[in-house]
């Protein structure tokens, strides 16, 4: 019960927290823009099974690889993509932080 409350608490606090405080003309648009880094958890659709409670995302999946998460961070240097990158890294952070309470 921990665990899914700081992975989710994580994946829908974080940004909006980060929305508030950093974006707060418009918060709503770039909540919502980091919200949608969760489509990267579309990649698990690709293993078998698709959901296993006892598996780290990290570096499994292909958009959680290592290569995927330097990617995302390099995401965060132009601005014009920088909230897109906000959300792919807090998504990461988020599966990190299952990974060390798994």
Do not use: E
């Not at 829908?12 to 929305?19: K, R």
């Not at 919502?32 to 598996?55: S, T, Y």
């Not at 995302?57 to 290592?66: A, D, K, Q, R, W």
């Amino acid at each position: 019960m921990l665990q899914s409350s700081i992975h989710y608490g994580i994946h829908f606090g974080l940004p909006l927290v980060v929305a508030i405080v950093f974006y707060k003309t418009y918060w709503l648009k770039a909540y919502g823009i980091m919200i949608l880094g969760m489509l990267i958890d579309l990649d698990h659709l690709l293993a078998n099974p698709i959901f296993d409670p006892n598996r780290c995302s990290i570096n499994f999946h292909p958009l959680h690889s290592y290569y995927a998460i330097v990617v995302y961070i390099v995401l965060l240097i132009p601005k014009k993509v920088r909230i897109v990158g906000l959300g792919l890294v807090i998504h990461i952070i988020a599966d990190t932080a299952d990974c060390w309470l798994m």
